[in-house]
């Protein structure tokens, strides 16, 4: 029908935004950022609108993008891609995800994905006809720090793969849990990949928000290149959300493919906005990692003010979330208290379930996930707030 099985209804988050405003609660739910974008970035923006750069660029994303995107990849990741055709322009990383899947999974195809995963991935396999297999990242926590230690055990993974598995949906620096996955748990998934002959997708949008260890890209593992279609997105790294930049870096054949998709939802993507992310990704690395330390520190007091009142907290090694266990306040059932936050304590959060393909968290369901690129001001209001509450 016209609600496609419920695929119709608002996001997790665009309900739990909804809610913040009518409540009045801070948002720590939704992520993005309070900062602005790098003032480079911006006045790049401003200034192609000026200088008339507002009409439909090409299909494939402007050539000064595209070969910044390749440069980056090379700087960064010693990875080699041909901008004239290994190299696509998106809407965001959410149109890379939509564009990559309608363009290679056909009806009865399975796609695996880890779980907990973003929502987007479970409703783009619907819409494609492909059947989603998962497998858990057990999350064991560390005994000493009480962060969680992501894993893919390689039996569950083995298990998940069969004759019919045409894509592998990888996700690292991981949303929910804000956790990189290690290089062993990625090689597994590459060597299981090329038994199967499976093609893999990785959403690595949080790439450059790391805390400590540095991102492992998964095309840059050996045995993967050739048939990995890397996404990425200006969002989260330029604090720019709401310009829906994102980009794919691929073998020429995979990017023909979801181009010829990618024409169908959107043709192209925002003129002005895309020499502007050309000059953020061409900034020095010292640049990329004051960006990541600053959020570092609003990490630090989000968490720290958590662990304070109460919550048994993982701190994270990269991206915007923690995840906060609120059952040694009391409250074993997450899905319960995120209703009850925004009018009993004036904040919004995700609880775990969302990211669950049946919504259930197991043994993760007291967790809810909070947002910390949000200015100081907001994080440390919240903490009074919950403080209070609690
Ligand atoms: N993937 C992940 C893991 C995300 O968290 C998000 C959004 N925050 C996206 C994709 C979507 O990215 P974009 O805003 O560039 O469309
Ligand atoms: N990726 C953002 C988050 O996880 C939300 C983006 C969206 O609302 N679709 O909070």
Known sequence: GLLKGGRARP?????MSARALAHDALNLGQGF???PPPVAVAEAAIEA????RNQYPPGIGEAGLREAIAEHQSRFYGLSWDPADEVLVTTGATEALAATILALVEPGDEVITLEPFYDQYAAIIALAGGIHRTVPVTSSTDAGSGDLVLDVSPEALRGAFSERTRLVLVNTPHNPTGMMLPAESLQAIVDEAVRHDALIATDEVYEHLTFGAAHQPIAALPGAQDRTVSISSAG??????GWKIGWITARAELITAITGVKQWLTYSSGAPFQPAVAVGLGMPRSAFQELAADLRERRDLLTDGLREIGFRVSVPAAGYFTVADAGPLGEPA???LAERLPTEAGVVAIPLSAFYRDGDAGEASAYLRMAFCKSRATIEQALEQLDAWA
Do not use: M
Request: aromatic content about 10%; cysteine-free.
């Open 49 to 52: 609108i000026r200088q008339g």
């Open 33 to 35: 950022p309070d900062d």
């Open 334 to 336: 997450a899905d319960a």
């Open 236 to 241: 989260k790294t330029f604090s720019v959300t």
């Open 11 to 15: 996001s997790v988050f665009a309900q």
